[in-house]
């Protein structure tokens, strides 16, 4: 096992069933999954999560060559899937994205809206100020703008799933350098809970995940300090795992999570509770 593998290890395995994540079950089956970022980390993760469910899952993501690995790995995990090349911060790809999912598969039934970017760490003083619009175009302003498309879509049909990927950085920030990033976070708890409020009574349910310290390329490029320190740091004394956060998307999308409305579902390890 590799040292950044071990980060994310739990000490000893109390589960049962290794290979549950691998059967495909179908409580998701035939409806229509859209994951920003779906090619790479988290997004990825919940997009095997919701294939091997038997959703149809629609990735989009900047980058076609990711994308083609991600839908490599879908189809070997059994999924129907689809990539969309789309930069979210651009509001005409937003609109092409979403009126080609509705137009080739005719709904929407659940959006996680996970792409998301991280500033490099530095200082308020020391920071270029030119990333402040990436930042917040990436994690904001796409999402406000793909909710719209996402409600408006959802309550024609009369209900709709949407979750949207936060951080603990959103609600709280112990670690300096990273200003702008968790700015954009508790901004985007902020529309969520407002836009959960405002569509629960045509029948769009949204909610929010708020990943801890997860072993992904952003946190692992995010320079806070030494990871080993990051884990021992956490009361599970380890990191988790992008599929952890997947279990919890794909939890607030079904069923079982009918009541949650307006919810920021930490997890994170214990991170908040420390």
Same mark, same amino acid.
Request: charged share 20%; glycine share 10%.
């Given at each position: =096992? ?7 290890q #739990?000490k000893?395995?109390?589960r ?5 994540a691998?059967?495909?079950r179908?409580? $998701?089956?035939?409806? @229509?999954?859209? *994951?920003?970022?779906g090619a790479?980390?988290i997004?990825?993760a919940?997009a095997?999560a919701?294939?091997?469910?038997? &959703?149809t899952? *629609?990735i989009?993501?900047?980058?076609r060559?990711e994308?083609e ?14 990539f969309?090349?789309?930069? @979210?911060?651009?509001a005409? &790809?937003l609109d092409t =994205? ?15 809206n996970?792409a ?9 003083v020391e ?5 402040y619009? !990436?930042? $917040? ?8 703008l ?5 409600? /408006? ?7 709709? *799933?949407?979750i949207v ?9 112990p670690n300096?350098?990273?200003a702008?990033?968790?700015a954009?976070k508790? &901004?985007l708890?902020?529309?969520? !809970?407002s836009? &959960? ?5 045509v ?7 708020? #990943?801890?310290r997860i072993?992904?390329?952003? +946190?692992?490029?995010?320079k806070i300090?030494? +990871?080993s320190?990051?884990a021992?740091?956490? #009361?599970?004394? /380890?990191?988790? /795992? #992008?599929?952890?956060?997947a ?11 009918? $009541?949650?409305?307006?919810? @920021? ?6 991170? =908040?509770?420390?």
């Amino acid at each position: =096992m590799n040292e950044v593998a071990s980060l994310a290890q #739990p000490k000893a395995r109390q589960r049962r069933g290794e290979g549950v994540a691998e059967l495909v079950r179908q409580e $998701f089956k035939d409806q @229509v999954v859209l *994951v920003t970022g779906g090619a790479t980390g988290i997004g990825l993760a919940a997009a095997l999560a919701f294939g091997r469910r038997g &959703a149809t899952v *629609v990735i989009a993501g900047r980058r076609r060559r990711e994308g083609e690995k991600a839908l490599a790995a879908l189809t070997a995990a059994g999924a129907t899937c689809r990539f969309i090349a789309a930069d @979210v911060t651009a509001a005409a &790809a937003l609109d092409t =994205m979403h009126k080609t999912i509705l137009d080739e598969y005719g709904r929407l039934d659940i959006a996680f809206n996970n792409a998301g970017f991280q500033e490099p760490r530095a200082s308020i003083v020391e920071q270029d100020a030119t990333l402040y619009d !990436r930042v $917040f175009d990436t994690n904001v302003r796409s999402i406000y703008l793909s909710l719209q498309h996402q409600i /408006r879509a959802m309550a024609k049909q009369g209900k709709g *799933v949407i979750i949207v990927n936060a951080s603990v950085s959103g609600l709280r920030n112990p670690n300096p350098g990273l200003a702008l990033y968790s700015a954009s976070k508790a &901004a985007l708890i902020s529309i969520t !809970r407002s836009a &959960a409020m405002e569509s629960a009574e045509v029948g769009v349910r949204i909610n929010a995940v708020a #990943p801890g310290r997860i072993v992904t390329d952003m +946190m692992l490029g995010s320079k806070i300090m030494d +990871m080993s320190a990051v884990a021992a740091g956490l #009361p599970l004394r /380890r990191m988790g /795992r #992008p599929e952890e956060i997947a279990e919890a998307v794909v939890w607030l999308a079904s069923d079982a999570a009918s $009541f949650v409305v307006g919810h @920021v579902l930490c997890v994170d390890g214990g991170f =908040m509770a420390i």
